[in-house]
């Protein structure tokens, strides 16, 4: 199982950034995937999932502090998650990761919790300045 991210740099604030999670080795439509970040000296927490078009709970799911100027979307032909992020601020500066589990596992009330979650990637780095 491989989840890769891209799409991570530098950006001023009110720019924008599509991040990438490109997953393989399981069988894509069966999982949820989800981005996390993590902030120097600050919890690891959820921004965004999405589930599978088979999950019993066939959704996406935002963080407050990104939800109305973030979007997230999977590309089923490509088994690619995309993370578009606008009106950033710098407060969204942190390491992006997305991460997967079987999207049985995964519904609204735990979604954000990183202890859910069996594979990772490795990152991907994100710094918005002011």
């Known amino acids: 199982v491989q989840l890769v991210e891209s799409g991570g740099g530098l950006v001023q604030a009110g720019g924008s950034l599509r991040l990438s999670c490109a997953a393989s080795?399981?069988?894509?439509?069966?999982?949820?995937i989800s981005w996390f970040r993590q902030a120097p000296g600050k919890e690891r927490e959820g921004v965004s999932c999405?589930?599978?078009?088979?999950?019993?709970?066939?959704?996406?799911h935002y963080a407050d502090s990104v939800k109305g100027r973030s979007f997230i979307s999977r590309d089923s032909a490509k088994d690619t998650v995309y993370l578009q992020m606008n009106s950033l601020k710098p407060e969204d500066t942190g390491v992006y990761y997305c991460?997967?589990?079987?999207?049985?596992?995964?519904?609204?009330?735990?979604?954000?919790?990183?202890?859910?979650?069996?594979?990772w990637g490795q990152g991907t780095q994100v710094t918005v300045s002011s």
């Open positions: 080795g399981f069988t894509f439509g069966d999982y949820a």
């Open positions: 999405i589930s599978s078009r088979d999950s019993r709970d066939s959704t996406t």
């Open positions: 991460a997967a589990e079987r999207a049985w596992g995964i519904f609204a009330g735990n979604w954000g919790l990183s202890r859910v979650y069996r594979y």
